[in-house]
Structures are given as C-alpha cells and as structure tokens.
C-alpha cells in the first residue's frame, strides 16, 4: 500500500499523555526524583493486562512533580503528534495519575498548558485537553471536578472524558451522568471510554446517561446488533486504537479485530493510538497496519482519517482547514 500515512490529514482523539512517556523519559524522572523503577529497565514496559497497565500510569504520573516537567512532557507530546503528521489532538489527562498534583487541577492544567502554548508557537500541532474522570471515583468527586473545570473556564480543558478499568468497577452510568450533564451544559465536549473492559452494555451507557459525543474504543459494541445500529444512525465516532487491544489482551490478531466490521456496518470509525510510547506504537505506523490487515485502499484511508478531524473537539475553523 503506497498511501504514506505520515502526510494523510488527520487527528489524533484517543491518546493519554499518561501513555507518553518513553522509557528514557521515565528513568530520567525516576533518577531526578530518587524514585526506584517498580521492575528492570528491559522489562519496563511489560504489562499483564489492564490493571497492571493502570498501576504502572500512577508510578510514571508520579514522577512529575515539578511545573517544569509537565510543560516537559506536553512539549515532548506536540513533538510526537508532529512526527506522525497528525493536524490537531485531543489529549485525555486522568487527574488521579498525576499524584504530585492532588488537590491542584489549575496547576496540573497550567502546567501542561504552557508546554502546549511553546509547542504552538514552535510550530507543533495544536492539542486540546480532555479532563478525565476515573471509573472507581465517587458521584461527588465527579461533580467536584467538573464544578472546578467550569469554574476555571481554561481555554485548553475542551472535554470531560472518563477512563480506567470498568471491569473493576461495574457499570457507572447512572454514577456519572450528573458530571456529564454539567459538562455538556457547561458547554465542554464529552467523551467516554467504553467497550473495552465493559462490554456492548457500557457504550449504551455511555450514549444514554452519559450523552458522550464520541466513544473511546467502543468496539466490544460489535456484539450488540442493534447498538451497531445506533451507533450508525446517530453517527456516533469510535476513537479505536487497535494495537492497544491487542496488547493489553482483547484481541489476539489484528485480523480478529471488529474495526472494519462496524466501519463496514456505517460507524465512524477513527484509527488512534491509546498510549502510543507505552505500547510502542505512533499513529502513522497504527494507520499502515489496519490498513494492511484489512486491505483499506487510499479513499478508505482518507475517509477514517476525515472522521478523526470531525469527531474531534478541534474548532470549527480548524477542522476546515485540516479537511
Ligand atoms: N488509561 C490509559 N489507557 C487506558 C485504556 N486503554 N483503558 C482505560 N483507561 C486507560
Ligand atoms: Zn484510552
């Protein structure tokens, strides 16, 4: 396949800058803060599943402690998107991760803040920032946090997201969806992630208590027919990241992988990273391998690369320009 996905319009929707430390940059923050690694440096990066993958994104958030390393690491992040070519992301922060931050959302926000505005002014992509909850918080924490993100009004924060491990905490529909509807009042984007490790049943919650503007992963939906459905007819996007799936265990081959079944079914579908640094992956290289297990010709590429840019919470403006 000739398409050179480094220079195909696009964005990135799904992707955690939890997920985007390289190995070098968490043992340089280890070694700065006297923080001994939890394994050997070669084996670093190997995870048994998604809980384990969750505890390691609390040691390495753990690490930054200083102003200066988070406009590091938002910095460093831009620089990645650019790499890939990618025109605009929206990035998901899970404030719980970034424990030397607890209790101080305006300073993990400026923080990060200004590593993104001298990343612009350098030319890298622009990002938008996703404030995520996690799935095992409480209702009022959840109010709490979208209460203090109305009140800070940031111009960076685009969206409420949640994450973390449903399988641990059961169905949280019902929990969240007063946060959301604030949200969406508060006129903030909504995002959630589902069907990963829930099934069909918490990307229907997902769309009817929590109202989400798109789904990340969503694609355990496949095993709903009449949710594949929905999910067409209100053309609600997928924020899919195959090689995550397959890593932290959900697929055993791309080639088992549901992504061309719903995109076949008429969701939008959108190809996207996850953690790339983490699971050692970048958006371009994500492209090339869908594209080659499922034989995508160039229009087709084309067509899941104009979905991230519409699906993401970019402003209009923007997604004009890059479309
Ligand atoms: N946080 C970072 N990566 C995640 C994933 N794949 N699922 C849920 N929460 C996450
Ligand atoms: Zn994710």
Known sequence: ???DFKSLPKAEIHIHLEGCFSTETIVELARENGTPLPRPEERLLEFQGLADFLRFLDFICGLSRSKDQLARSAYAFSRRMADSGVGYADVIVNPTHWSGWRGNLSGLVEGLDEGFRAAEADGLPPVGLCVSLLRQQSCVEAVALVEELLRLKHPRVVALSVDGN???????GEKFAEAFQIAGRGGLGRTAHAGESSGPEGVRDAIFLLGADRIDHGVRAIEDPALVEILADRQIALG???SSNLVLGLYRTLGEHPIELLRR???PVSVNTDDPALLRTDLAAEYARTADAFAWDKET???VAETSIRASFAPDALKTSLL
């Open 240 to 242: 899919v990241c195959p």
């Open 301 to 303: 590429c084309r067509g």
């Open 166 to 172: 449903e399988a641990a905490s059961g169905r949280t």
């Open 265 to 267: 079914a008429g969701v």
């Open 1 to 3: 396949m000739s398409t």
